[in-house]
Structure formats: structure tokens, C-alpha cells
């Protein structure tokens, strides 16, 4: 069983930073690929970026690319997610996810959800 906790939402002006953490109460966070994952009013969840167990490889759906980054630090059992040039379409619920899956593809393939934590960007 593994329990997320995301921290570092919060109410940021249009083209300013957040930098969201998920820690994971599990000893053994390192066989666990991680996904930011969010969540709009009335929209399915997306998923936003996804790391690698060792952090070696990343992705990024297309429209946070080259303004959000996805990072671990394995020995900390966190994950984060800077976000820069924040814009109002990225207010939306996020969420961390891990998966057992060494490349996980899909939502479903995600098994632990954090309880998610807003972001709002204003225009």
C-alpha cells in the first residue's frame, strides 16, 4: 500500500510558478514510476507528466511542454513538478499517481492516487 500526499497548490497570477511536491510513505518508492496527473471542472482527468522509477526518463503531454518539469528524489520519496508560465487553462485539481508498471501508458495503470491539490491561475 502505498499513501500520496501532495502539497504546493495554491492561487498564482498568469505567467508566474508553483512547485507542487507529492511525498510517498512507502519504503520502496524507487520501483514506482510517478504521474502528475489534473483535473478540471467537467473535464477528465489528463495526465500531465510522468517520470521514470530511477528518473531517467520523462514525458509531458504536449500542451506543458517546455514550461513544466517533472523530478524525483528517490531518497526524499518525493516527487515534484515545477510549473512555469503558468496560464489560466492549467486551474485544474492535481494529482500524483504511482504505478508498479515499469512504463505505464495508461490512467488505469495507475494504482495509488493522492487526494489532489488545487491550482488556480489568474488572468
Known amino acids: 500500500q502505498v499513501q500520496l500526499a501532495e502539497s504546493g497548490g495554491g492561487l498564482v497570477q498568469a505567467g508566474g510558478s508553483l512547485r507542487l511536491s507529492c511525498a510517498a510513505s512507502?519504503?520502496?518508492?524507487?520501483?514506482?514510476?510517478m504521474g502528475w496527473f489534473r483535473q478540471a471542472p467537467g473535464k477528465e482527468r489528463e495526465i500531465v507528466a510522468a517520470?521514470?522509477?530511477?528518473?531517467?526518463?520523462?514525458r509531458y503531454v504536449d500542451s506543458v511542454k517546455g514550461r513544466f518539469t517533472i523530478t524525483r528524489d528517490n531518497a526524499k520519496n518525493t516527487v515534484y513538478l515545477q510549473m512555469n508560465s503558468l496560464k489560466p487553462e492549467d486551474t485544474a485539481v492535481y494529482y500524483c499517481?504511482?504505478?508498479?508498471?515499469?512504463?505505464?501508458?495508461?490512467?488505469?495503470?495507475?494504482?495509488?492516487w493522492g487526494p489532489g491539490t488545487q491550482v488556480t491561475v489568474s488572468s
Open positions: 499517481a504511482a504505478s508498479s508498471s515499469s512504463v505505464p501508458s495508461i490512467k488505469s495503470e495507475y494504482a495509488y
Open positions: 512507502t519504503r520502496t518508492f524507487s520501483l514506482y514510476a
Open positions: 517520470i521514470a522509477r530511477n528518473g531517467a526518463s520523462t
